[in-house]
């Protein structure tokens, strides 16, 4: 049987699809070299008819696949039902919506991002997991780990942006094919490369965390002086959409504190150069104890989101850095980020 490939496959969510191994697509389809390859939207792809439909079940395979923009978009409708609001906030260089959920009716506002850069799909699967469940232990009013989450909804607005760049995560997941309308530029960038696992900036080769106006000027100085795969600040801050919305969107709200998610390295970054307020010392003490992740002071860097935030009010800001390995990290990852960062996550309501 032949299938056309869709916006968003991967060889593990077809293989899913049709419930047949990622092993038996690569042995039916002997030019897709690994179940690492890309699948490119138009692309044919034989399906064999082997099934195992009886041993795979969607937990597991939820549990066992990437995450990118498509898959986001997927969720809106039951988002929806579950009780969690959903807004567009802006729009990436790709002209795709970048989403922003929230959930809660009190008073005190809190923020967490994630899938800022590129490499880091694991960091918006996340997140986005953790709200559906936090909607489903609030419908059900039970406690979750302890955590009243009925009572603590009443007193929290919680607000998340799941996927800051998806233009960089679905750049991961599906490298570039004919359509691509940055294809061009992107190869350019990549002096030609065709292979992405190292790419964290958004599609045009800006860093969308270190577009910040909190010592920009030293960090642009140091990094990249032109559009790369990573660590290049741009022309100026926020010159991004994605930074831009981001940027707007904190402006028009007073979170108490923010949490920006990212990988890999299992630390917690919780200062910026001095200004942050004296209560944030015993935050990061709280997070560190439930998920056993490491408090570490400053990433001695520049320009980024929570760096920003600290700076210019005051309050407290946060990097959790999920995971470790070597980004992107692999699909089995998300088992030790799923456990650790749900009881982080959860204490970041208590805060
Ligand atoms: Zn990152």
């Known amino acids: 049987m032949k299938y056309t490939v869709q916006l968003g496959d991967t060889i593990a969510k077809v293989a899913y699809k049709f419930k047949v191994r990622p092993f038996d697509l690569l042995l039916f389809n002997p030019h897709i070299y690994s179940d690492q390859s890309y699948l490119s939207p138009g692309q044919d792809i034989h399906i064999p008819q082997i099934t195992m439909e009886q041993s795979l079940n969607d937990n597991d395979v939820q549990l066992k696949t990437e995450f990118g923009q498509a898959d986001l978009e997927k969720k809106i409708p039951d988002f929806k039902k579950q009780g969690i609001r959903v807004e567009i906030i802006g729009y990436s260089v790709m002209n795709k919506?970048?989403?922003?959920?929230?959930i809660g009716s009190g008073k005190k506002e809190i923020f967490y991002s994630a899938g800022w850069h590129a490499n880091e799909w694991h960091t918006s699967k996340f997140i986005t997991q953790y709200i559906e469940e936090l909607a489903l232990y609030q419908q059900q009013g039970f406690s979750w780990?302890?955590?009243d989450i009925e009572k603590i909804l009443r007193e929290v607005t919680l607000y998340v942006v799941?996927?800051?760049n998806p233009d960089g995560v679905d750049l991961v997941l599906q490298g570039i094919y004919d359509e691509h309308p940055y294809s061009k530029e992107v190869l350019n960038i990549n002096k030609g490369m065709t292979r992405f696992e190292h790419w964290s900036s958004n599609i045009r080769g800006v860093d969308l965390n270190h577009q910040w106006p909190a010592g920009w000027e030293i960090e642009a100085k140091e990094s990249p002086q032109q559009p790369w795969s990573r660590?290049?600040?741009?022309?100026?801050p926020l010159t991004e959409p994605e930074a831009k919305a981001v940027y707007q969107f904190t402006k028009q709200h007073s979170f108490a504190y923010v949490?920006?998610?990212?990988?890999?390295?299992?630390?917690i970054y919780w200062g910026y150069r001095g200004m942050e307020p004296s209560?944030?010392?015993?935050?990061?003490?709280?997070?560190s104890l439930v998920s056993s992740y490491t408090p570490v002071h400053t990433a001695d860097s520049d320009?980024?989101?929570?760096?920003?935030?600290?700076?210019e009010t005051g309050r407290p800001g946060f990097t959790i850095e999920v995971g470790v390995g070597t980004n992107p990290l692999p699909i089995h990852a998300y088992g030790e980020i799923w456990s650790n960062n749900c009881l982080l996550a959860l204490e970041g309501l208590v805060l």
């Open 97 to 102: 919506p970048l989403y922003a959920l929230a």
């Open 145 to 147: 780990h302890g955590y």
């Open 162 to 164: 799941p996927l800051v």
């Open 231 to 236: 660590h290049y600040s741009g022309k100026a």
């Open 259 to 267: 949490f920006a998610f990212h990988s890999q390295g299992q630390v």
């Open 279 to 287: 209560e944030s010392k015993g935050m990061v003490e709280r997070l």
């Open 303 to 311: 320009g980024g989101y929570k760096d920003w935030f600290i700076q």
